[in-house]
């Protein structure tokens, strides 16, 4: 966190702030960088603050497989009001939080988790396509499988096909966009259904923003035909081998991918007796 | 009129052949001039603004005579970006989103959202009974008036107007019964994150059994009026057909994949909200056509009104339960209260916050306008909507707002099985068949 150089102009107005009731209280402080010092506070206030603290992911009950230790950390969450430039003097706007997604889960993760985990972990070393499954996270209840891309198409066939696995009905694919997990900031996310066995498992597959390509998987699961088109409509994601890959929800001439995190929710100001509401993405709220 | 020239052809698109545009009044000319050319395939563009689409659904289909070679579905006309919306909201702010995507079953949509939303702050065992059993009621109710539309659009787009006209009679019953629980006819945000908005006003439960009552005398003329009728047989026997292995394939769900007799509902084999509790059966039909699902609707809406009377009783002994989860860091502070012009404010909580707690008002302030934070995560329950499988994919960075919200919504996937089921068929098969799917075009387009 302290070797972080671009720091945005916000928090260095909300951290003077905070320097200059500092300097009267400790004189020795001052001569040290006051960015070191900004990054130090809102570490020390990230750590104490009551209300703003970011939870630690909740893995505690029982039955719970243990985390592996590792993080997830997926970007930083700044300050406390989403919005800067509102002159805010509190001092709020200094507060830096990772964003910290579940941990991948070590096995036994419990269940019918590890007859589907060993049954597909068998097939592919039969297959010695081992590194397949990059990780597997169990979550509040729910298993997620993250799959190297060039891969998905050979786990979601074994998926569906095999006896001990039997996951034939596929409920769609959800985009997902993190801008700030580099290298692999698109996910598309695929929830399965084996209406044989009664289970539900998630996958996952991540491509950079750089290379948004994903294989596509309508020639297993036909179903995905729209859903894929509408991931390609909303997150720009190119699903390789789609039988006509257009726009599904938005125009045929539409210009960007509306859900991604970089494309403006738009709006305009509303007017009303003299005052003016800013649209939704402008107000000043809380993130 | 025909041309040679395509008027609404956008600037560069070639058009090629004739151009036949009609106006109205104006078929004898159309087919006059069809007769001369020897070509006998038509591409028609149906809707988005057709009377029997349902909904502004556009339907591009090549014809061959009178029937249909190639079915294709034109969506979005309705796109709202709800899912964009909901990511600049609060978590309780969504469920005044999701619940106008599919504006027939509004309760499914808050529902779905909520038991993610609540799976992710892991609070779904601290939910109280009567807000569960208030759910599966709402829900119940919500199935019956989806169900009835679904029959009386349905009956409408192939001429059977009683059948629309009593369909929306009942219909109006149920949203009766919606206005005086929630306050709103439609569009509820009833169902919030941890329970339900407020508890069930005075004499709730009276109207309920009335209605109940009132729906078994109602309920069987649907069936003497359309189960052997003819006609009716005669336009949705055996149109729209798709088997099982079809509809797993293409993901269809809900009364298309019963009309195939494999009885996959996930109020029974995945329960939510308690449903293993109530005493229901599965409705099947083993014809996989438009007649099966319109029978299967019909019997499901028996099992509703079964539902909704187990709910009854549960509610007689619940009376001053709590709705709402106990942990007041993610309750809704207030109950609202319906005063003589509609839901609104509590003056009992106004004089709370106001005028006796200091903290109160310090807790209400935090909770309404900066919200719960959910734990980061993603979490997806599904349900058993009147079309299908429902599920919102619910992801969370840790903060106040949905990072993501993506609805799979069975209206979207349904829509899709569009072409296999009336290609080969005949034009006005495709109505039938498209009335038989139901797709809700706000909840396709969302």
């Known amino acids: 966190m302290t070797d972080k150089p671009d720091e945005k102009p916000d928090e260095k107005a909300a951290g003077k702030a905070q320097d200059e009731s500092d300097d009267k209280t400790d004189a020795n402080e001052s001569a040290r960088p006051a960015e070191e010092r900004n990054l130090e506070k809102a570490k020390s206030e990230t750590g104490t603050g009551s209300g703003v603290e970011q939870p630690a992911p909740e893995q505690s009950p029982e039955n719970l497989p243990a985390p592996t230790g590792e993080v997830r950390a997926v970007g930083e969450r700044h300050g406390m009001f989403g919005v800067s430039g509102t002159g805010d003097t509190s001092g709020y706007g200094g507060l830096v939080s990772a964003t910290v997604f579940p941990a991948p889960s070590q096995k036994p993760y419990g269940g019918w988790f590890d007859e589907v985990a060993g049954a597909l972990e068998a097939r592919l070393e039969a297959t010695e396509l081992t590194s397949a499954i990059e990780s597997v996270v169990v979550h509040r209840g729910e298993i997620t499988f993250h799959v190297r891309r060039e891969d998905l198409p050979f786990v979601a066939q074994m998926l569906r096909d095999d006896e001990a696995l039997r996951f034939e009905f596929c409920s769609g694919v959800s985009g997902v966009h993190y801008p700030e997990d580099t290298g692999r900031e698109l996910h598309a996310v695929y929830h399965l259904t084996s209406m044989t066995h009664n289970r539900r498992i998630r996958l996952e597959v991540t491509a950079p923003d750089s290379d948004p390509h994903v294989p596509s998987l309508v020639s297993i699961y036909p179903t995905l035909d729209w859903h894929e088109r509408e991931t390609y409509d909303m997150f720009g994601l190119i699903f390789d081998g789609h039988p006509a890959l257009t726009r599904v929800l938005m125009p045929d001439d539409w210009p960007g991918h509306p859900q991604r995190k970089d494309y403006p929710l738009g709006g305009i100001p509303v007017e009303y007796k003299g005052g003016s509401i800013p649209p939704p993405d402008q107000r000043r709220s809380y993130n | ?197 407020q508890d069930l006003p005075p004499g709730a439960l009276d109207e309920i059994r009335d209605f109940i009552t009132l729906m078994k005398k109602r309920l069987p003329e649907y069936a003497a009026l359309c189960n052997a009728n003819p006609i009716f047989k005669g336009r949705l026997e055996g149109v729209g057909h798709l088997d099982l292995a079809g509809c797993i394939a293409l993901g269809l769900t809900g009364p298309v994949l019963r009309s195939t007799g494999y009885a996959w509902d996930l109020r029974k084999t995945q329960p939510y909200c308690g449903y293993e509790d109530y005493d229901f059966e599965v409705q099947t039909w083993d014809t996989a056509d438009s007649y099966g699902r319109f029978r299967i609707r019909l019997n499901e809406m028996w099992e509703s009104l079964r539902i909704v009377e187990q709910c009854a009783d549960r509610l007689a002994g619940l009376e001053g339960a709590p709705v709402m989860v106990g942990d007041k860091k993610i309750a809704w502070p207030s109950q609202l209260a319906i005063g003589s012009d509609g839901m609104g404010n509590s003056l009992d909580h106004i004089r709370h916050i106001m005028g006796e707690s200091m903290e109160a008002l310090i807790h209400h302030f935090k909770l309404v306008t900066e919200g719960f934070r959910v734990p980061a995560g993603q979490a997806y329950v ?57 797709p809700v075009m706000g909840g396709v387009d969302r």
């Open chain 2, 1 to 197: 009129m025909t041309t040679e020239q395509d008027f609404y052809a956008a600037p560069g698109e070639t058009s090629q052949g004739r151009v036949f545009t009609v106006t109205g009044q104006d078929w004898d000319s159309i087919t006059q001039s069809i007769g001369e050319s020897a070509e006998e395939r038509v591409v028609v563009n149906m809707g988005p603004q057709h009377p029997s689409t349902h909904g502004v659904l556009r339907l591009i289909l090549e014809l061959e005579g009178e029937t249909v070679t190639e079915a294709r579905c034109g969506i979005g006309y309705l796109h709202t970006g709800i899912e964009k919306n909901m990511e600049y909201r609060s978590w309780v702010q969504g469920t005044t989103f999701c619940t106008r995507m599919d504006y027939l079953s509004p309760f499914y949509n808050e529902a779905t959202y909520v038991l993610g939303v609540e799976r992710l702050l892991d609070i779904e065992d601290d939910i109280p009974e009567k807000a569960q059993v208030m759910r599966v009621l709402l829900m119940e109710l919500n199935r019956m008036s989806s169900h009835l539309v679904a029959i009386a659009t349905g009956g409408m787009e192939i001429g059977a107007l009683t059948v629309m006209t009593i369909g929306f009679r009942e219909r109006e019953l149920v949203l009766d019964l919606f206005e005086l629980i929630t306050g709103l006819r439609m569009n509820h945000a009833f169902i919030r994150p941890g329970g339900v908005a």
């Open chain 2, 382 to 438: 599904p349900i058993e909507s009147p079309r299908g499988e429902l599920g919102a994919h619910v992801v969370s960075d840790g903060g106040t707002r949905p990072f993501r919200a993506h609805f799979r919504d069975p209206s979207f996937t349904n829509l899709q099985a569009t072409s296999v089921m009336s290609e080969g068929g005949m034009v006005a098969d495709v109505i039938v068949a498209i009335a038989s799917i139901d």
